[in-house]
């Protein structure tokens, strides 16, 4: 018998790929976990039924979210991730030699020791053996409360805002952030789909906007999410990430480059006007 997994994108949209295994499938405190082994993608780990990554295609999001951000501050030393339990971030972050310490707080610990297991290649940061890296199980929200004027970088790799995530998505949250960063600091976060949330878009980039005097979305071609197109937003004090003379990037990267980080930045028209 064939074996299907849906991802309903929107109540009208699906994206349903065929399951050669189901690798893993249980409930942690916070939400259902599953990685199944399918056709197209290979192995992928879904939350609450939400595709959240696979190792067909997570090379792009996760250079994407970790390479833009620490290639626009000049040094980069004191990272923190927030989410991220795959662990794909924090293998890229790692890579850049400026960066003394990779802090990543992740609320489940279930999606830590499941990636760790089956997802090998993109946890490969999570097994403890790099001294740079702090692996704390906690909550990310409590976690930049108790921070100031701390981080060089941070990173919200979160998933999408509902459940555990939708706390990640406030104007309270984005405040804290703001002081748990260095005079200039920067943070990124991914943002969603421009096309199916684009009231999200428009509202995260207004309230981020109101604090970081620097603020741009920009893009990158993701097939696993919903309409294939995934957007970021930055929120920087001090550092352009457009204006910024990029290097060419000291360690192999199979998305990321100087053009790509540029041209990223280039929204066509439907967003800009979304996001004025």
Not at 26 to 33: L, M, P, T, V, W
Not at 129 to 144: A, F, S, W, Y
């Given at each position: 018998m064939e074996l299907w997994f849906t991802?309903?994108?929107?109540?009208?949209?699906?994206l349903t790929c065929r399951v050669k295994e189901t690798l893993f499938m249980?409930?942690?405190?916070?939400?259902?976990?599953a990685v199944v082994d399918s056709q197209e993608f290979g192995r992928?780990?879904?939350?609450?039924?939400v595709f959240q990554t696979s190792v067909f295609d997570e090379f792009i999001y996760h250079e994407m979210i970790a390479h833009v951000p620490l290639f626009t501050h000049p040094t980069p030393q004191q990272i923190l991730i927030i989410g991220g339990g795959d662990g794909g971030t924090l293998r890229e972050v790692v890579k850049h030699t400026s960066v003394k310490q990779a802090e990543m707080v992740e609320i489940d610990g279930m999606v830590v020791e499941v990636c760790k297991k089956h997802l090998p290649e993109i946890s490969v940061e999570l097994n403890g053996?790099?001294?740079?890296?702090?692996?704390?199980?906690?909550?990310?929200?409590?976690?930049?409360k108790q921070a100031n004027n701390k981080y060089d970088v941070i990173i919200v790799d979160c998933s999408d805002p509902i459940g555990p995530g939708e706390g990640?998505?406030?104007?309270?949250?984005?405040?804290?952030?703001?002081?748990?960063?260095?005079?200039?600091?920067?943070?990124?976060?991914?943002?969603?789909?421009?096309?199916?949330?684009?009231?999200?878009?428009?509202?995260?980039?207004?309230?981020?906007?109101?604090?970081?005097?620097?603020?741009?979305?920009?893009?990158?071609p993701i097939p696993l999410y919903p309409?294939?197109?995934?957007?970021?937003?930055?929120?920087?004090?001090?550092?352009?990430?457009?204006?910024?003379?990029?290097?060419?990037?000291?360690?192999?990267?199979?998305?990321?480059?100087?053009?790509?980080?540029?041209?990223?930045?280039?929204?066509?028209?439907?967003?800009?006007?979304?996001?004025?």
């Open positions: 991802e309903w994108q929107t109540k009208n949209v699906g249980g409930k942690s405190e916070y939400q259902d976990i992928m780990l879904v939350l609450d039924g053996n790099n001294p740079k890296v702090q692996l704390t199980i906690g909550d990310g929200i409590r976690h930049m990640l998505f406030t104007p309270e949250f984005y405040q804290d952030v703001y002081q748990a960063l260095k005079e200039d600091g920067l943070f990124v976060q991914q943002t969603e789909s421009p096309f199916y949330h684009q009231a999200l878009l428009k509202r995260l980039a207004k309230d981020i906007r109101r604090l970081f005097p620097i603020t741009n979305v920009y893009l990158a309409g294939g197109l995934h957007c970021f937003t930055m929120g920087s004090k001090k550092y352009s990430p457009i204006q910024v003379d990029t290097p060419v990037p000291p360690f192999a990267t199979r998305y990321y480059n100087q053009q790509i980080h540029k041209s990223s930045f280039m929204l066509p028209n439907f967003i800009q006007d979304l996001l004025i």
